[in-house]
């Protein structure tokens, strides 16, 4: 019978071996513990060619972006996994960000069924669910932490940038410009009883707006319209440049007004005036965050790379042989440690007892407390 027992075994194994091959994935970095993989790296290199491909690249195009930027994805994967790691420490909870984001999404998919939802989302990133929505959480953690760790201690005095505004106006000469966004809701399709919802949630969002809540979100969230995807960002536009029907109203609008619901054959647009420029020099208030923007931006990126040197620095780091992290902090060791070849180590019985007793002569009894034997066992 033991026998028997051990060739089943055996065969089960056999079987096992031939229908399912174990895949074994090949580890290339650690950070803090946390793994990265090979095929993290590769799905990595996948995304950037199907981006790429998505927007009308060629193949020589492709493989030569893929060549020149590939050096940097273990860099990119370190840099993500610290981010993560220090929100984690700062204990920020984005749960109900993404929980939010997520439901949003649903939304505009139209798919109200929870399993399609979720096919729905790998069919349109290969991913599963639960590993979209942790990229999700972690996208938003990396943006929270850099916000909160480097961008608001870049600190630029009022004094400089007048001073840029002073020294740059040509820059700050204006054609007279609107900018706009746009909310569409359509028509097409809808019997009457619909239409009116349609008329009426056309007035809510402006409602809402009016209120307060922030526009380009509504957009977003809302909008049938291709440039939901942009917030309802439109082109700046010229005078003469906008339809008839939208030209008095538009120019007549002040800086942030939103405009009542406008009916068209095919649906409700609602449009919010984002900035006038008048002709001529721009006053130094009004351009005074595109002076920040100017200034701010080449001091982002330096501080962004100096603060994740300091998480390597703090950091431990391991990286496999064939591999080189490019943003590594100079003088920090992340040499790879594999236990299959570290070699054992002995000790004899004497030294075994020897150490037992080195402990009990390092214990030193606190005055005034029993040093007897505290063992609750009774012989």
């Not at 008839?244 to 009542?260: G, R």
């Not at 790879?336 to 030294?351: F, G, I, Y």
Request: hydrophobic content about 35%.
């Amino acid at each position: 019978m033991p026998h028997r027992f051990l060739l089943l075994c055996i065969a089960a194994a056999t079987v096992l071996s031939a229908a399912d091959p174990i895949v074994i994935e090949q580890i290339v970095a650690k950070v803090n513990g946390e793994i990265i993989t090979r095929s993290e790296l590769e799905r990595m290199k996948r995304g950037m060619a199907e981006e790429m491909k998505a927007n009308n690249a060629n193949a020589a195009d492709i493989a030569k972006a893929i060549q020149e930027r590939e050096k940097d994805f273990l860099r990119e994967k370190i840099d993500t996994m610290l981010l993560v790691q220090k929100g984690r420490d700062l204990t920020i909870n984005l749960d109900p960000d993404v929980t939010k984001y997520i439901a949003d999404l649903q939304r505009k998919s139209k798919i109200a069924d929870v399993d399609k939802f979720h096919a729905y989302i790998r069919e349109n990133t290969g991913m599963p669910y639960e590993d979209y929505r942790a990229e999700i959480k972690n996208n938003m953690l990396t943006r929270r932490v850099i916000g909160q760790e480097v961008s608001s201690k870049i600190v630029i005095p009022k004094a400089e940038l007048r001073k840029f505004y002073d020294e740059h106006k040509n820059d700050y000469q204006r054609e007279e410009r609107v900018f706009l966004r746009e909310i569409f809701l359509t028509l097409d399709g809808k019997a009457e009883a619909e239409k009116l919802a349609v008329e009426k949630k056309a007035k809510d969002l402006v409602a809402r707006a009016r209120k307060g809540e922030k526009f380009n979100e509504l957009a977003r969230d809302n909008s049938d319209s291709e440039t939901a995807k942009s917030e309802g960002e439109l082109p700046p536009s010229k005078k003469g440049e906008l339809r008839k029907e939208l030209e008095d109203k538009v120019w007549a609008a002040k800086k942030n007004e939103v405009l009542d619901p406008m009916p068209f054959p095919n649906g409700w647009l609602i449009l919010k005036v984002e900035e006038h420029h008048q002709a001529g020099l721009a006053e130094f208030e009004e351009v005074e965050g595109e002076v920040m923007n100017r200034l701010f931006e080449p001091r982002m990126q330096p501080a962004v790379r100096e603060y994740l040197t300091k998480l390597r620095s703090d950091a431990f780091l391991e990286i496999r042989e064939g591999y080189v992290d490019t943003a590594a902090a100079a003088g920090k060791s992340t040499r790879w440690s594999d236990p299959m070849q570290l070699k054992p180590e002995t000790v004899t019985r004497a030294e075994v007892a020897n150490q037992k007793r080195r402990k009990r002569l390092l214990f030193v009894p606190v005055p005034g407390t029993s040093t007897g034997n505290i063992s609750t066992s009774k012989s």
